[in-house]
C-alpha cells in the first residue's frame, strides 16, 4: 500500500531505522510498531548480520523496506547489486551521488527491468548527496571546496538528471532542494530529533514537524523513537499535530514514488 492511500498521514511519513543486528529484535521493533509505521530501513549493520532474511522478515511482517546499503561502485556492479535489491522487492534503495550519472542511471534502469521482469513493483532509487558526517574541512581534505550546500544542490540535480526518484538529504537542505528540483522529487530525511531530546544534537537537526514544513516526503527516525519510553504516544502526538497543520507536499507523496 502506498503513502496515498493512508491519506500522508504519518504512518506513511515515517521510516523507523533498524540499527540492530539481531533478527528477534527486528521482528520486535517491526511488530511493535507497525500499527503506525509501514516503511522500516535495513542498514549495513542489519543486513550484513542477518541478509536478506531480515527485508523477507518486516515483509511477511506486513512491513516495507528502505533498503539503505548506499551503493557505490562501478556502473555495471551497482547493475547487480540494484537489480537483486529490485528482486528482494524492497520500496526504496539508495546509492552514492558520487558513483556519477551513469552508475545512477543504471541502478535505475536495471532495477526497473528487473521488478518488471518479476512482474514486481520497482523500487524507488535514492541518491545519498553528501554524507551528514562530513563538514566543510573533510570536503576540503577531499580536494571538494566551496560550501557544502552548493555541493548537495548540485549532486541533487545530477541524481534528478539521471532518473534518481529523490535523495536523502539532512534536515537543513530540504527547504533549498525542494525548491530547486521541485514538488516530485521525494526527499527522504535523516537526523531528526524531538524537542525534548538533547540540545546538542538539535543544533545539527529538526524536529519531524520542522523537517515536514520544510518539504520532506518521509522522516528517518532511529534512536529517538526506538528509545523512547512511550513511543506511541509520539506518533500519536505527531499524527495529531500533522491533523491540524498543513504540509504542502504532503497529498502529493503518495504518487511520487509510485513507478509501475
Ligand atoms: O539518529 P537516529 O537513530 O535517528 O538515526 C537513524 C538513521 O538515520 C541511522 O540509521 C543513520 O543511518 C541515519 N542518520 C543519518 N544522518 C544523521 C543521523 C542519522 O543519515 N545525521
Redo the contacts with the bound molecule.
Keep these: 500500500m502506498g503513502p496515498k492511500e493512508d491519506g500522508g498521514g504519518i504512518s506513511a511519513r515515517v521510516i523507523l531505522?533498524l540499527?540492530t543486528d539481531s533478527l528477534s529484535q527486528t521482528r520486535r521493533w517491526v511488530k511493535d510498531f507497525l500499527g503506525r509505521i509501514r516503511i522500516f530501513?535495513v542498514?549495513g549493520q542489519l543486513f550484513t548480520s542477518q541478509g536478506r532474511r531480515a527485508v523477507e522478515e518486516i515483509k511477511a511482517l506486513g512491513g516495507e523496506v528502505f533498503l539503505?546499503l548506499k551503493f557505490h561502485d562501478i556502473p555495471n556492479t551497482v547493475g547487480r547489486a540494484a537489480a537483486a535489491a529490485a528482486a528482494l522487492g524492497v520500496r526504496f534503495f539508495d546509492v552514492h551521488a558520487l558513483g556519477g550519472e551513469e552508475m545512477i542511471a543504471r541502478a535505475v534502469d536495471v532495477s526497473r527491468e528487473e521488478a518488471e521482469r518479476l512482474g514486481l513493483r520497482a523500487p524507488a532509487v535514492l541518491v545519498v548527496t553528501l554524507l551528514?558526517?562530513l563538514d566543510e574541512r573533510d570536503l576540503r581534505s577531499l580536494g571538494i571546496r566551496g560550501p557544502i550546500s552548493d555541493r548537495v544542490l548540485r549532486l541533487s540535480e545530477l541524481a534528478l538528471r539521471a532518473g534518481a526518484q529523490g535523495v536523502?538529504a539532512?534536515p537543513h537542505e530540504v527547504a533549498a532542494l525542494r525548491k530547486a528540483l521541485g514538488a516530485e522529487f521525494l526527499i527522504v530525511t535523516?537526523?531528526?530529533r524531538l524537542s525534548s531530546q538533547s540540545r546538542d544534537d538539535q543544533k545539527?537537526?529538526m524536529t519531524p514537524q520542522e523537517a515536514l514544513r520544510a518539504g520532506a516526503d518521509y522522516l528517518?527516525?532511529?534512536?529517538?523513537l526506538l528509545r523512547a519510553e512511550a513511543p506511541e504516544r509520539i506518533l500519536d502526538s505527531l499524527a495529531e499535530s500533522m491533523a491540524q497543520d498543513v504540509f504542502e507536499t504532503g497529498s502529493a507523496v503518495g504518487s511520487k514514488d509510485e513507478r509501475a
Design positions: 531505522a540499527d530501513k542498514g539503505d551528514t558526517s536523502v539532512s535523516p537526523g531528526i545539527r537537526s528517518v527516525m532511529g534512536r529517538s
